[in-house]
């Protein structure tokens, strides 16, 4: 049995209306009742390499290819009523 390679993420950084706080059990960030936060979830999770998803972050495999890093972090970065910047972790 190989070992299975450890998940990186991509981290959010929120507008301070969808900033997910401490304590905040899932009502805020990616996992907004929101119709457009439903769908941009959605979305991230429809990728094969996406292991999972946080109110705060998007895990992945960590041999995704480059190029899929930059298109998810691009994708995520141009919802500009969500998120103010994305970073690689």
Same mark, same amino acid.
């Given at each position: 049995m190989s070992p299975v390679p450890a998940a990186t993420y991509l981290r959010a950084a929120f507008q301070p209306a969808w900033h997910p706080g401490a304590g905040d059990p899932g009502r805020r960030g990616f996992f907004a009742p929101?119709? #457009?936060a439903r769908t941009l979830? #959605? /979305?991230? /999770?429809?990728?094969p390499e996406v292991r999972f998803v946080l109110p705060d972050r /998007?895990? #992945?495999e960590a041999a995704a290819e480059a190029r899929l890093i930059d298109t998810l972090m691009r994708f995520v970065g141009r919802q500009?009523?969500?998120v103010t910047g994305v970073t690689v972790g």
């Open positions: 929101d119709p #457009r979830l #959605r /979305v991230l /999770v429809s990728y /998007v895990g #992945r500009a009523w969500l």
